[in-house]
């Protein structure tokens, strides 16, 4: 595969490919706002207690928590389209199970059935790109993922806001996501299959026509000859090969960024903000989900130049600049909250932390965990690093409601829990600059290469060959 920026790739079919298939961050977006525009209303509907609102958040997590595992299996018997394909009709399915729900449990079950295809597209969707994309493409395209994520977020904004409203307003803003899904599913008829799935499927024939499409003839041939010789060389990939030399330092790296990428905080500001700015001062309904409104606008202009950044900057050296820019934002979250600042400045550390986290660790941290494994072992590493991210989502989730009550409580204030969102994102600093390598510029087999190469280099005493990791 060429690694040239220069080579000709046809960059509108795969910008085409990569938006349709970045199914799994819209779902993830639109569920993760437009629960937070309901959760007011559902609270009162259903008289929940603090436990109960997150409860009524995380339930969706426990789906998700399971859609990985069944989408391991899904994955390399169906194939990356046909697992996106029913991500989306899960979710549809729960968007109109949850609208009908009149009691909290049955409620959390198709919230429950929403995660499984939540589950399902955040750990197919990013695979899906990252085996299509041309190595100097693939931070961009996989950053395709991010900005579906907020188109997500910014359209369940106004259907949060144009649905708030007592009674069955909440209702409508459940069944609302089964619009743009119905788009998705069309979308994902007319994409081809992963190539690099394909050859592992023996159907090299119809691997080379895709990778013909995406680039020259010639490179896609140089380019099917890599992934055959990759296959050959690796292993079964059976899940004991995550624990083996090399690949275990990989697995580590994806497991714990995931986790940060989850119990940051900066996903707590979103998943809450119209109950933040309500405990802020502003009023409860479309008053504090109009107020929130600014925050997912920033966080959309933010996603599009994280495209000229992550195409300009190095993986690594981003990505610390981002979370360190996250651990101010809480710094800022806790002192303002402490000294009883005007309500709407409350927009000002949210601005902060949302912005530097979709600038930089909220695509990249799914960039790198999507590139670092070699082929034959890369579904199942992600399906389990996905289980990791949703378990600790679901915590984060299912205690931030209740931790905050309790400082409330006590304190007066919630300050006490963006500082330990602070002490999190620092950890996160120091951990992405000691273990996170860079895999910029570099083909799929050739970083997984990089990890054979590296125990071979240590058993002899001697650093890898591959530069920059």
């Given at each position: ?109 198709w ?13 197919s ?23 579906s994520?907020v ?36 979308g994902?008829?007319?994409i ?36 055959e ?12 090969e ?87 934002g ?59 991210l ?13 931790i ?34 860079e ?20 058993a ?10």
């Amino acid at each position: 595969m060429s690694n040239a920026p220069g080579g000709k790739a046809n960059k509108s079919y795969i910008y085409i490919i990569a938006l349709v298939a970045s199914i799994g961050g819209f779902l993830f977006g639109y569920d993760l706002v437009i629960i937070s525009g309901a959760l007011p209303f559902l609270g009162q509907s259903f008289s929940l207690s603090p436990a109960m609102k997150g409860f009524a958040v995380s339930s969706a997590i426990l789906g998700s928590i399971t859609g990985p595992l069944i989408g391991l299996w899904l994955a390399d018997r169906l194939g990356r389209r046909k697992t996106m394909m029913l991500a989306a009709i899960f979710f549809m399915i729960s968007a109109v199970g949850s609208a009908l729900a009149f009691g909290i449990w049955d409620f959390a079950f198709w919230r429950f059935v929403g995660g499984l295809g939540i589950g399902l597209a955040m750990m197919s969707s990013p695979i899906y790109i990252a085996e299509l994309s041309p190595p100097h493409l693939r931070g961009v395209l996989v950053n395709v993922n991010q900005l579906s994520n907020v188109i997500g977020i910014n359209l369940a904004v106004i259907a949060g806001y144009y649905f708030s409203f007592d009674g069955w307003g909440w209702r409508w803003m459940m069944i609302s996501g089964a619009v743009p899904t119905i788009f998705l599913i069309l979308g994902l008829l007319v994409i081809p299959e992963s190539p690099r799935w394909l050859v592992a499927q023996k159907r090299n024939a119809e691997a080379l026509r895709i990778l013909t499409r995406i680039n020259s003839a010639a490179i896609a041939a140089k380019e099917l000859a890599e992934i055959e010789g990759s296959l050959v060389k690796e292993s079964a990939g059976e899940f004991k090969e995550l624990f083996q030399p090399g690949i275990k330092t990989a697995f580590f790296i994806a497991i714990i960024l995931m986790i940060f990428s989850q119990i940051n905080g900066v996903n707590m500001m979103l998943l809450y903000a119209p109950t933040i700015m309500a405990e802020a001062g502003i009023s409860m309904g479309s008053d504090a989900i109009l107020s929130s409104i600014p925050v997912y606008l920033v966080i959309f202009l933010c996603t599009l130049a994280a495209f000229p950044l992550i195409k300009k900057f190095s993986r690594r050296g981003l990505l610390i600049t981002s979370v360190s820019l996250m651990t101010i934002g809480h710094l800022v979250m806790a002192v303002n909250l402490q000294q009883g600042w005007p309500p709407m400045f409350t927009l000002i550390p949210m601005f902060i932390g949302t912005g530097a986290f979709t600038l930089g660790f909220a695509p990249l941290s799914w960039i790198i965990v999507s590139e670092i494994f070699p082929n034959r072992i890369r579904s199942k590493a992600l399906a389990v690093v996905c289980f990791f991210l949703y378990v600790s989502s679901f915590v984060i989730a299912q205690l931030f409601p209740m931790i905050t009550d309790f400082f409330v409580k006590h304190y007066g204030n919630a300050a006490g829990v963006y500082l330990i969102f602070a002490g999190i994102c620092f950890t996160c600093v120091v951990f992405c600059w000691k273990k996170v390598p860079e895999t910029k510029g570099l083909s799929l087999e050739m970083i997984g290469k990089f990890w054979l190469d590296d125990v071979a280099a240590k058993a002899q005493k001697k650093e890898p060959a591959i530069p920059d990791l």
